[in-house]
């Protein structure tokens, strides 16, 4: 499966999906599935995820330092199998911009509510938002391997 998790920015929470992502599917044994993350805006493109957040999954044993923010592009509704949004604005903006014809599934990451953004606060955002991260991650496994 090839999987696009979808933000803002591209700098705190689908970076930070990504991340757990690949190292959930890896101390599963899930291999060879795809992730990358992007943004509905291309304001931080080229960025590296925010500070915050970087030292939040180190803490956890993911290094997401290397991921670089880029802008949702109408390529990615073909290359991707599922996109995840963050919250139901980036769902419309996502749902407004996928092509005709395009194959990829559009889903909620979380499947109860939005993921809240942690930008505009403090170091406990972050961790709030990590562990709402962390519980939606369940479905998305749930998807993968009822793709298997």
Known sequence: MKILFVCSGNICRSPTAEGLMRHLCESDGLVGNTFDSAGTHGLHAGEAPDHRAITLAKNKGIDISGLRAR???????DRFDIIYAMDAGHMQHLKAKKPTGAHAQLKMYHPDYDVPDPWYGDERHFVKTWDIIREGADSVLKDLKNAE
Do not use: N
């Not at 802008?71 to 509704?77: G, P, S």
């Open 71 to 77: 802008q949702v592009t109408a390529d990615d509704f």
